[in-house]
């Protein structure tokens, strides 16, 4: 998030911040005592010229939640065991979600379909999934599964994705984190369609599924949050200080859409996100 000095606007005399809608009256006002308040709360906020474009804004906002995540979730292992990796898929060997236990079998899809035209023409290629931010399991070893008592042998449990055996090579995803500077047009649904085909094409246990966003709007958010049955939830960066900015804006209307979203657990904190990542 950053400051620029004025935005070109006859209803809106101030600066205008870089996660706000330049022609939503509504959205610059939020954006604006969102970053009010986190300057007064000790946060810096960086002033420039000009706009960072749109594709930087939003791959500096995926590497500040992945570096959250990754400071966050690990802290966990107490109440979640287990051997946790925390990642972006553009900074690993992980090109897509084939290379976890639920949907390795993607990739023999995708092997199948390579120089079969009819093929790719039934099958196109949505059943591909990157998601920005990915929680991976890795998988345990016979050891470290009978460490207290005997539990898996050559014949039971063999086949379980947790067990690391010849069947099993592969860590399993636990979650696929959506993160959305904003949510402009169409960008809020290639989330969801993103969460339903993880949800259509798994083999197994389905991984958390979670958006984080600094939009300010309650209806662009409302647009992705409200519903069930694709996304787990939307996570907000500041989302204390975004309902102080819309009680200021005395708008009845977005005032009454976010006590729906917050108030029914569909539009949280990102503090709470490590520890819903936990469940």
Known sequence: MHRLKRVNSPAYDGPAYSNADASSLISLNIAASIAQQLEAAGHSIPER????????????????VAEFVKRTFPALRHIRPGRWGVGQLGNTSVTNVSHFAQYE??????????GNPELQAALGNDYIVAPDVIVWRDQCDDEEINATEPIVDDVHGARSALRKSDLNTRPILHASISAKFTMRSDRAQNSRTE???LIRNRKGHLPHIVVVTAEPSPSRLASLALGTGDIDCVYHFALDELEEAVERTEN??????MATLVVGKRLKDISDLPLDLAV
């Open 49 to 64: 010229e000009t706009k960072i474009a749109g594709q930087t804004a939003g791959r500096l906002f995926e590497e500040a």
């Open 105 to 114: 079998h993607l990739e023999a899809l995708s092997k199948l379909k390579r």
């Open 195 to 197: 969460a339903l085909n």
């Open 252 to 257: 009845e209307v977005a005032q009454e859409l």
